[in-house]
């Protein structure tokens, strides 16, 4: 069995697979004492562990002790790359692309060959897009909604509101809907421009993931949610490289 890890800055999300087949997975919280809360699949029948992660050095190498102390398996982390497959990092340093944009559209590009835009609406917001030939054309780095309503709540002494999941775009008549009626029109502005360049660059999907995506599709994002497309690019360039 391996054990596939997602470990972005907000939560961290695994899968234990035989043969290509899901056995168990799960969400948890890289800096817990149990990050791969809920996993009940035996220790001993994880042959590699095989990791994408965004989050700092520190953490890091907390999951690495946490993982070295649970398993007697070799653990890999995987890192975005120039090229694979004919897919092309846009990057001139691809080694500063974050691992979980790599692997997202790896997965992607397993799925599509027409040209497509990945976004992953995680603790930030990120936009790639991906033409037919496998060619990155670049992408966007945006705060995700979790982090504006923080920023908003902590950076300003009379902006107070419960956050409300809302998608009117109306203009609000307090502060709690100013602000939560502003994140859903700024989010849709968002989506109408990733679909307007999507039209102009001729890219056919959309594939979205993360834990902001069914938001995103509610706002009109028209896209289809693929829910562990980091795990599904890892997985594959795993196998990969084990010569599966
Ligand atoms: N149960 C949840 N816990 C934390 N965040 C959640 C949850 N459900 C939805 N979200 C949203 O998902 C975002 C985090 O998405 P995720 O893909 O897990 O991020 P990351 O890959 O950065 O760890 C948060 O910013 C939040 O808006
Ligand atoms: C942009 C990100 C913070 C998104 O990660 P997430 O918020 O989903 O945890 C991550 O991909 C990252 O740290 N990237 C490094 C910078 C770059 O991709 O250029
Ligand atoms: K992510």
């Avoid at 919280?29 to 042959?47: K, T, W």
């Avoid at 562990?49 to 190498?61: F, G, H, L, M, P």
């Avoid at 902006?159 to 709690?176: K, Y």
Wanted: glycine share 12%.
């Amino acid at each position: 069995m391996r054990l596939l890890v997602d470990a972005g800055n907000s939560r961290l999300k695994w899968r234990v697979e035989q043969v290509g087949q899901v056995i168990e997975e799960g969400v948890g919280v890289l800096d817990s004492s149990d990050p791969l809360q809920g996993m009940s699949a035996p220790v001993g029948a994880v042959s590699r562990v095989s990791i994408s992660t965004v989050a700092s050095e520190d953490k890091r190498q907390a999951l690495l002790g946490h993982l070295k102390s649970r398993f007697n398996a070799p653990v890999t982390f995987y890192w975005a790359e120039a090229r694979r497959q004919g897919l092309v990092n846009a990057y001139n340093d691809f080694s500063r692309m974050g691992a979980d944009r790599w692997h997202a559209m790896y997965g992607a590009w397993q799925l599509s060959r027409c040209g497509f835009v990945v976004v992953d609406a995680g603790s930030a917001v990120t936009v790639d897009y991906v033409d037919p030939s496998g060619r990155h054309l670049g992408g966007f780095i945006l705060p995700g909604l979790h982090m504006m309503l923080r920023s908003l709540k902590t950076d300003a002494a009379r902006i107070r509101f419960d956050p409300a999941q809302v998608l009117d775009t109306r203009p609000g008549a307090s502060t709690g809907e100013c602000v939560n009626h502003g994140l859903a029109w700024l989010f849709g502005a968002m989506v109408r421009q990733i679909d307007s360049d999507a039209k102009a660059c001729g890219l056919k999907d959309v594939l979205v993931t993360g834990g902001d995506a069914e938001r995103l599709i509610g706002l009109g994002l028209a896209g289809v949610h693929h829910p562990s497309l980091v795990l599904d690019g890892l997985g594959a360039i795993d196998a990969e490289d084990h010569g599966a």
